[in-house]
């Protein structure tokens, strides 16, 4: 069955470096690859896409790569700051049938000042 | 421009009981995706809707339903509640089919059945 994974185990950083959050899935073959953040008790909030086609995509301080041999993608938050604590969930869509969009457990970072 | 609005925020059902939940989209979508995610977890995809009709499906009982309405607001619907349904229900938008600006969510309704 097509799965998702994230870390499960919380990332804790320093602020000022860099956050690097993992996304691992198995059988299936996203066309679109999203992460959103998300806070407590909040609905997530859509950060980037990247397509099957792209490797990179940048969004001022957020860098997003997606290696479809490896079906991993990379999410990377340069200079962090206490404010980008979060959860950040990864979600696949492929192009059959509408789009569905399936979400992983989403990794808990937490940045201390 | 307000975003996806979702009634009520909060609700405590009894076990056996029917619950609608509501969702009006962001302005200018067309396309609503419910989502059910328990404490810890990801949001679990229930069903899409566009056009009025449901045009995907996830993992779910027949006792979870939907509609779509013109003005493109939806509703959620479960029957014979049971203890597992107790989760926050998100609500998502998009303009069909959604994947190049991603879906914009509402804060959810936080259900609880006891």
């Known amino acids: 069955s097509q799965k998702i994974e994230q870390n499960s185990e919380a990332l804790n950083i320093q602020e000022g470096k860099t956050a690097t959050l993992t996304c691992n899935y198995t059988?299936?073959?996203?066309?679109?690859l999203q992460w959103y953040r998300q806070d407590p008790g909040r609905g997530p909030v859509f950060l980037l896409l990247i397509r099957e086609n792209e490797k990179e995509k940048r969004k001022e301080r957020l860098k997003v790569t997606f290696d479809t041999t490896l079906k991993q993608s990379l999410f990377h938050i340069t200079a962090s700051q206490p404010a980008d604590s979060a959860t950040y969930l990864c979600a696949l869509a492929s192009n059959t049938g509408g789009f569905k969009t399936i979400f992983g457990a989403g990794t808990r970072l937490f940045v201390k000042a | 421009d307000a975003g996806v609005t979702q009634s009520p925020t909060h609700l405590i059902k009894t076990r056996g009981q029917q619950v609608t939940l509501r969702c009006s989209p962001k302005s200018g979508h067309d396309t609503v995706s419910w989502y059910q995610q328990a404490l810890g977890q990801g949001p679990q995809f229930i069903f899409q809707?566009?056009?009025?009709?449901?045009?995907q499906r996830g993992n779910f009982p027949d006792r979870f339903s939907g509609h779509q309405f013109p003005n493109y607001s939806s509703e959620l619907n479960v029957n014979a509640l049971l203890l597992g349904d107790s989760a926050l229900y998100l609500c998502?938008?998009?303009?069909?089919?959604?994947?190049?600006?991603?879906?914009?969510f509402g804060s959810g309704t936080r259900l609880t059945v006891v």
């Open positions: 059988n299936y073959s996203p066309a679109y």
């Open positions: 998502a938008s998009s303009l069909d089919p959604g994947v190049n600006y991603g879906y914009t």
């Open positions: 809707y566009y056009e009025e009709e449901e045009r």
